[in-house]
Nanobody
Framework: QVRLVESGGGLVQPGGSLRLSCAASGFTSGHYAIGWFRQAPGKEREGVSV????????YYQDSVKGRFTISRDNAKNTVYLQMNSLKPEDTAVYYC???????????????????WGQGTQVTVSS
């Protein structure tokens, strides 16, 4: 059974950092593109960052480039999102997700991902 569990969210002041974790089970995470997405109240879900299965290429939404870093630890079957210099506009529920097929491309479109975690809340506020 495919399962993704996010953790690491919380309340942080502007300029602070958080590291989100996405623990995978029921499959080998290194065989799939894994993405981080977020959804703020009243807004559509958007892609934040993804890591490919083939060469671990990474992609970022323009607003987080230089501040967020995605990585994976295959030994722990976990994907991380290191978030630095957080801004109030980063406030959202963050989700990790997996593509349906192992050869699927890594994209920032939520529509290309089938399996989703339950999400973790990130609040950036003073």
């Amino acid at each position: 059974q495919v399962r993704l569990v996010e953790s690491g969210g919380g309340l942080v002041q502007p300029g602070g950092s958080l590291r989100l974790s996405c623990a995978a089970s029921g499959f080998t995470s290194g065989h799939y593109a894994i993405g981080w997405f977020r959804q703020a109240p009243g807004k559509e879900r958007e892609g934040v960052s993804v890591i490919s299965r083939s060469d671990d290429s990474t992609y970022y939404q323009d607003s987080v480039k230089g501040r967020f870093t995605i990585s994976r630890d295959n030994a722990k079957n976990t994907v991380y999102l290191q978030m630095n210099s957080l801004k109030p506009e980063d406030t959202a529920v963050y989700y990790c997700a997996r593509t349906f097929r192992p050869w699927a491309s890594a994209t920032l479109s939520p529509h290309d991902y089938v399996y989703w975690g339950q999400g973790t809340q990130v609040t950036v506020s003073s």
